[in-house]
């Protein structure tokens, strides 16, 4: 059963983002734009600001947004079809190494990556889009 936490208040994950407390928002909105509703839940991490964000939809979670001092990591785990779909698209090469280059697991294969500015955010949307894109016959 998964451990959650009690949410941060906006203030204090503000201050602890910094300038990149619009970009936590911006993902959040790029990622709802593609599949809604989603929820936030928090989850307890090792990691300095002590909790990370889960992105989930129906309790199936999506994306993991992981607060770091003044800037964020994205995490994201893609099963086979998805990581097949992913390696075909369109996203950006740096993405798609990550991908070939993470480990296969039973779960698939987890990534993890900076956010460093409004232009990466399409590509975890898109990300986002493949994991939950539906099976085709």
Do not use: C, H, N
Request: hydrophobic share 50%; net charge positive; no cysteine.
């Amino acid at each position: 059963m998964a451990t959650t936490i009690k949410a941060p208040t906006d203030k204090e994950l503000a201050a602890f983002l910094g300038a990149t407390a619009a970009l936590w928002k911006d993902i959040i909105r790029a990622v709802e734009a593609k599949i809604a509703p989603i929820d936030l839940a928090w989850k307890p991490s090792k990691m300095e600001f002590g909790r990370m964000g889960l992105l989930q939809y129906k309790k199936r979670t999506l994306l993991y947004i992981i607060p770091q001092k003044r800037k964020i990591l994205v995490a994201i785990v893609l099963g086979a079809r998805a990581y097949g779909l992913a390696r075909a698209s369109a996203l950006p090469a740096a993405i798609k190494t990550l991908l070939a280059e993470a480990r296969p697991y039973a779960e698939g294969r987890g990534i993890r990556f900076p956010v460093s500015s409004a232009r990466d955010i399409p590509a975890i949307a898109r990300l986002v889009e493949i994991k939950v894109a539906p099976v085709q016959p």
